[in-house]
C-alpha cells in the first residue's frame, strides 16, 4: 500500500461512517493538530485523544461533515489532500462548504502526523446562530 493510498483509505472509512476503520492506520503517538481559529482548535496526540475530543465532538456537532476531496498530491512520507469541509450545523441549521487542505506525515506503514489548514471563519459561521450574528 502506497502513502497515498493509506490517507484515500482514512477519507473512505470516513465517508462510510466507520471511526474505527478512521483510525486504524494511525501510529499509537500520532500528533494531530487543527488550525487556529478552528472550533477545536489545538494538538492532540493518540489515536483515542482524536477520537473523542476531535471526531466524536465533529460527528455530535455536525450534520454530514466530512471533508470532500479533490485531489491527493505525494506519497514518500507526505501526503496532501486538497479539497472542501462540508456539512450541517445541528444547532444553528447552517451548511458549510469551505475549501480545506489536510497535510499528512506517514512512517512506514503509519500515519504519524496530521495538519489542517482551511478558511476558519467560514466554519465560524455556520456554527454561529443568527442572534450572534447580529452582535
Known amino acids: 500500500m502506497t502513502h497515498r493510498d493509506i490517507v484515500a483509505a482514512h477519507y473512505a472509512a470516513g465517508a462510510r461512517g466507520d471511526l474505527?476503520?478512521?483510525l486504524a492506520d494511525f501510529?499509537?503517538?500520532i500528533r494531530w493538530t487543527e488550525?487556529?481559529?478552528f472550533p477545536l482548535a489545538g494538538t492532540y496526540t493518540g489515536p483515542d485523544e482524536i477520537r473523542d475530543r476531535v471526531l466524536a465532538v465533529l460527528n455530535a456537532e455536525w450534520d454530514g461533515f466530512g471533508m470532500r476531496v479533490d485531489e491527493l498530491v505525494g506519497d514518500a512520507g507526505t501526503v496532501i489532500a486538497v479539497g472542501r469541509y462540508v456539512g450541517t450545523h445541528r444547532r444553528t441549521g447552517r451548511p458549510l462548504d469551505?475549501?480545506?487542505v489536510h497535510v499528512?506525515?506517514?512512517d512506514g506503514e503509519r500515519i504519524v502526523?496530521?495538519?489542517q489548514i482551511t478558511d476558519t471563519v467560514l466554519v465560524e459561521r455556520a456554527a454561529r446562530g443568527a442572534a450572534e450574528d447580529a452582535a
Request: hydrophobic share 50%; no cysteine; charged share 20%.
Open 20 to 22: 474505527t476503520g478512521m
Open 27 to 29: 501510529a499509537p503517538d
Open 35 to 37: 488550525a487556529a481559529g
Open 98 to 100: 469551505a475549501r480545506a
Open 104 to 106: 499528512w506525515r506517514l
Open 113 to 115: 502526523g496530521f495538519e
